[in-house]
């Protein structure tokens, strides 16, 4: 007669157990996709910055000394920290079509604070907003791709599915 085991133990709600460990929060697509999405955007982040300290000597010596109105200080950072917003909803949503309205919706907030006053800032702002943000929603799909065939080549795609 086969040896009979016991009964499972119940773990009352709130309590882990080691027999029956929680599912993962989120699959391991879903954490490479984050990851490399946050770290592409954040790459974005601070290109934006570089190009703004290096892009205002190159204004200068091109188009002459920058007025000191304090309107376009303030417009300037308040695009910034948009820049900064969008970047991170466009890293943690994964649909491409919202991204892309995204990538819009930053665009018209340029267009409406420098144009007509200011048209050469308007354009360098708006060609600055579309080619970072195209490019770190281009190259977060390039790395997820390239992290995504590293784990198949691995073998890691199957333990996940036997887990799940």
Not at 22 to 46: C, E, G, I, K, W
Not at 54 to 73: C, D, N
Not at 92 to 97: D, G, K
């Amino acid at each position: 007669m086969p040896p009979q085991h016991p009964a499972p133990k119940t773990v009352p709600d709130g309590f882990q157990s080691s027999v029956f460990p929680p599912p993962p929060l989120m699959s391991r697509d879903t954490q490479n996709r984050l990851f490399s999405a946050l770290l592409v955007h954040l790459l974005a982040v601070l290109l934006w910055v570089a190009i703004q300290y290096f892009g205002v000597g190159l204004y200068q010596s091109w188009f002459g000394a920058i007025k000191r109105e304090i309107s376009l200080g303030i417009l300037m950072w308040t695009l910034f920290w948009v820049f900064c917003l969008f970047n991170l909803l466009m890293a943690l949503i994964p649909y491409l079509s919202i991204k892309l309205t995204l990538v819009a919706i930053e665009l018209l907030l340029t267009v409406w604070g420098y144009f007509p006053q200011n048209p050469i800032r308007g354009y360098i702002y708006s060609a600055l907003i579309i080619v970072l943000s195209a490019g770190a929603i281009y190259g977060a799909r390039v790395l997820h791709r390239h992290c995504t065939a590293r784990d198949l080549a691995c073998g890691l795609k199957e333990e996940v599915r036997d887990e799940t």
